[in-house]
């Protein structure tokens, strides 16, 4: 399966930003190891969208779990699964 996260930013934006840092190092393990394929802030600067790998529901859940932002309790996440049944090439 496949996932689509939805973040939404529980502090103001300058707490978030003292933690931004290791949220974007995350990111880069993260993205490095393919379990995430593409991720960004919202236009609005409320939250953000990550699109996560072909992987198991628990796995997304330690995902989510090992974010910085989660540990820092920075973020309320919400996740929509699908199967993905059409992909690019290399996905």
């Known amino acids: 399966m496949f ?32 379990r995430i394929v593409l991720a960004g802030r919202l236009e609005s600067g409320t939250g953000a969208v990550l699109i996560t790998a072909d992987l198991s529901e628990e796995a997304v859940e330690d995902l989510i779990a090992r974010d910085p932002y989660t540990v820092a309790g920075l973020i309320r996440c919400e996740r929509v699964s699908f199967n ?6 290399g996905l």
């Open 3 to 34: 996932h689509v996260l939805t973040t939404t930013y529980t502090q103001p934006a300058d707490v978030v930003d003292q933690t931004r840092p290791a949220h974007l190092a995350w990111l880069e393990e993260e993205v490095a190891a393919g």
């Open 84 to 89: 993905g049944s059409f992909r690019a090439p």
